[in-house]
T-cell receptor
Framework: GAGVSQSPRYKVAKRGQDVALRCDPI?????LFWYQQALGQGPEFLTY????????KSGLPSDRFFAERPEGSVSTLKIQRTQQEDSAVYLC?????????FGQGTRLTVV | DQQVKQNSPSLSVQEGRISILNCDYT??????FLWYKKYPAEGPTFLIS?????DKNEDGRFTVFLNKSAKHLSLHIVPSQPGDSAVYFC???????????FGPGTRLSVLP
């Protein structure tokens, strides 16, 4: 399809395990955002890319979180040494101008 | 920092009636706001937007009203349909206008 694609849809990780979440944005979209959505809450901003440049990473909760977009298209959000509080849905969005289109999200459960 | 509040966590409305979802924000440096709708197990989908040059934007059954002086916006759905049952998020620009800050959402249930 032509929308934002995220994989995997679901991920169960043991505490302390590293995980990598992938986002395939809409082709040609310059902006790419990662959001974290905890149960019962709205999405919270993590980081923002414009092409391959990470312009804002102020929302990353700790240095265990790392995001990259090396060629300005696909992005990967990596979480090292996962903790239970990392359990959430991770949403990726790509956009042009002021509108962002979201993927279905990756639900991460840390056990 | 921009803060977005949606003070009603849930709302139940009878089919055919009007649904009114409210949103308050704190930073009006960038007056452009979005509403997203989210079904379970899906990502949020864009619904409707409004910018400061207008105080109302209408798209079919959905109308968004902006009160800049009160830093308040509302989404009206008329008439409400069961398929409108979802979580609705309001989003406002952050302090730099580069990304959006989301409210906690309002879960709308339209009863047949």
């Amino acid at each position: 399809g032509a929308g934002v694609s995220q994989s995997p849809r679901y991920k169960v990780a043991k505490r302390g395990q590293d995980v990598a979440l992938r986002c395939d944005p809409i082709s040609g979209h310059v902006s790419l955002f990662w959001y974290q959505q905890a149960l019962g809450q709205g999405p919270e901003f993590l980081t923002y890319f414009q092409n391959e440049a990470q312009l804002d990473k102020s929302g990353l909760p700790s240095d265990r979180f790392f995001a990259e977009r090396p060629e300005g298209s696909v992005s990967t959000l990596k979480i090292q040494r996962t903790q239970q509080e990392d359990s959430a849905v991770y949403l990726c969005a790509s956009g042009e101008g002021s509108e962002a289109f979201f993927g279905q999200g990756t639900r991460l459960t840390v056990v | 920092d921009q803060q977005v509040k949606q003070n009603s966590p849930s709302l139940s409305v009878q089919e055919g009636r009007i649904s009114i979802l409210n949103c308050d924000y704190t930073n009006s440096m960038f007056d452009y706001f979005l509403w997203y709708k989210k079904y379970p197990a899906e990502g949020p989908t864009f619904l409707i937007s409004i910018s400061s040059i207008k105080d109302k934007n209408e798209d079919g059954r959905f109308t968004v009203f902006l009160n800049k002086s009160a830093k308040h916006l509302s989404l009206h759905i008329v008439p409400s349909q069961p398929g409108d049952s979802a979580v609705y998020f309001c989003a406002a620009p952050d302090n730099y206008g580069q990304n959006f800050v989301f409210g906690p959402g309002t879960r709308l249930s339209v009863l047949p």
